[in-house]
């Protein structure tokens, strides 16, 4: 996660919790590697002592001061104290009864975390309470479902009325096709996921999406209102009145984890595994092989279209929307009609729609005017505002553009991830060096990029825009390619350099 926000590394000093958990899991000798070695897997003793001379910035968090956040609807980073969530609710008049309560998924799905949220169960369970939505739970892995399943934390969220899902990602990334609303209609729900964005649970844009922790996920599920309290307020039932107290959680297993490879298929000796042929039906749009995509030509990119200038948060689930479309991940042609479905158009402030120039401007999806650019033998540009590409590393989100004619990416500023993948994919990621010319950008440009011969790390690329009126703005952009990803770019895509090799 810290990648997304612009990190270059994230690291967790080593500490006992660490090395317990390896044990756990049957790596005996890597723990016991990292603690031969945990002088160099430590803070510096310097920068420890005073980290302020060694980085730009220092934040230090007391954590037994911190009072559970609440995040959403429709962004993550939303987030506000439980106790402030009520009122906000009221203010802005979100729907206060909750049709659904999820937790698991692989983000919050650890035993600890599965024990807390069946502690907070347990105390409704005495006191007679039932879920009042949905209550979903998603096990992280086998191991996970097989421990829990064991040790009984996953009885007693049935008990409430939880119902269990497979180990998969399940409603976290869309793959959730609910029948209790209609598509269009406003509804909360509440989830332990990492990432909330419209329509991302469900496919339904109107759903508002709000994250916490699993136990108050739990909580709230037994109340079944947004506006709860679980830390001050009770529920009462026919007279009786639960209270609920603080919720705990063995960290590990007591009895170490139950096994958790059944779907486990060993790996044929690669002199077999080379032998094997894959056969394609030769219609399916499930499967589609893939062919690599076309080095770079030496030219400069001339006159490259606006496929879209996208306004606000464009994330790769607006890039390349998941949930009903994950089934075709594996046919590139038929997945890349999703293309910008969520995106929102800067020019018309519309989700998923363009104007097609080879139609004389008539609207269409991005796709289809994608696809009808490159059968013209027109190259294209998407604009983007703030973090273009946040969210998940959705590969497809990179590769789908790069298949329907993208040549580059222009943007105030990209996610680390997503900037990365693109380069992958050899499209040309590019930031304004001053984001207002972001602003001189029209519907209808011509986007000309300069001098990409001479492209290395620290060069600046300059691009010429075009107007209506023959009119033109030189612009300034900047990159962070390095040696290495110029020469995935030259080469097509990093997978054709490596294939080079």
């Known amino acids: 996660m810290g990648a997304e926000l612009g990190a270059t590394a994230s690291v967790f000093p080593l500490d006992e919790r660490m090395a317990s958990y390896l044990k756990m899991t049957n790596r005996e000798d890597i723990a016991a590697l990292a603690e031969k070695y945990k002088e160099f897997l430590v803070a510096d003793p310097e920068a420890e002592k005073d980290p302020k001379k060694f980085y730009d910035e220092v934040i230090e968090i007391d954590l037994s001061t911190l009072e559970p956040m609440v995040a959403g609807p429709h962004t993550p980073d939303l987030a506000r104290p439980l106790s402030q969530l009520a009122k906000e609710v009221k203010e802005k ?18 035993y600890e975390d599965i024990g807390r949220a069946a502690h907070v169960a347990a105390q409704a369970k005495k006191a007679g309470f039932k879920a ?44 959730w096709k609910r029948d209790d609303i209609k598509k269009g209609e406003q509804n909360s729900i509440i989830n332990s996921f990492n990432r909330n ?33 679980p830390m001050t307020d009770p529920l009462v039932l026919n007279g009786k009145e639960l209270k609920f107290v603080p919720p705990t959680g063995d ?26 042929e894959v056969a394609i039906r030769e219609k399916s749009e499930r499967l589609q092989r893939l062919v690599p995509f076309a080095a770079w030509d030496g030219k400069d990119f001339e006159n490259l279209v606006v496929l879209l200038k996208a306004k606000g948060k464009c994330t790769t689930d607006h890039i390349s929307p998941a949930g009903p479309w994950l089934k075709y991940r594996g046919h ?15 020019f018309t402030d519309a989700l998923g729609t363009v104007k097609n120039w080879t139609k004389n401007g008539a609207v269409t999806s991005p796709a289809e005017a994608a696809r009808d650019y490159k059968k013209n033998g027109l190259d294209w540009a998407a604009v983007g505002d703030e973090n273009y590409g946040e969210g998940s590393s959705r590969e497809h989100a990179a590769m789908s553009p790069r298949f329907l004619g993208c040549k580059a990416v222009i943007a105030k500023s990209f996610a680390r991830i997503h900037e990365t993948n693109l380069k992958k994919q050899g499209v040309l990621p590019l930031k304004f060096k001053n984001a207002q010319d972001y602003d001189k950008i029209k519907e209808n440009d011509k986007l000309t990029i300069k001098s990409l011969k001479d492209l290395a790390p620290g060069r600046p690329v300059f691009m010429i825009v075009t107007h209506a009126d ?7 952009l900047i990159h962070s390619f390095t040696e290495e990803q110029v020469a995935w770019f030259k080469a097509g895509s990093a997978l054709n350099l490596m294939k080079g090799k």
């Open 197 to 229: 964005f419209p329509a991302r649970n469900d496919g339904n844009a109107e759903t508002l999406s709000f994250i916490a922790s699993p136990e108050i996920v739990t909580a709230l599920a037994i109340a079944g209102r947004l506006d709860f309290n």
């Open 251 to 276: 960290e590990l297993p007591r009895n170490g984890y139950a096994g958790g490879e059944e779907g486990f298929i060993a790996p044929l000796p690669l002199r077999e595994s080379k032998k094997i």
């Open 470 to 476: 023959d009119s033109k703005d030189a612009i300034e």
């Open 93 to 110: 008049g979100y729907p206060v009864e909750l049709k659904a309560a999820l937790i698991g998924s692989c983000t919050n799905s650890s």
């Open 132 to 175: 009042k939505c949905y209550f979903l739970i998603t096990p992280g892995s086998d191991q996970i479902q097989n421990t829990i399943k064991r040790d009984g934390q996953l009885e007693t969220l049935e008990a409430i009325g939880g119902t269990v899902l497979a180990n998969a990602c399940g409603p976290c990334i869309g793959q």
């Open 332 to 346: 590139l042609d038929k997945i890349s009609d999703n293309l910008f479905l969520g995106a929102k158009n800067a």
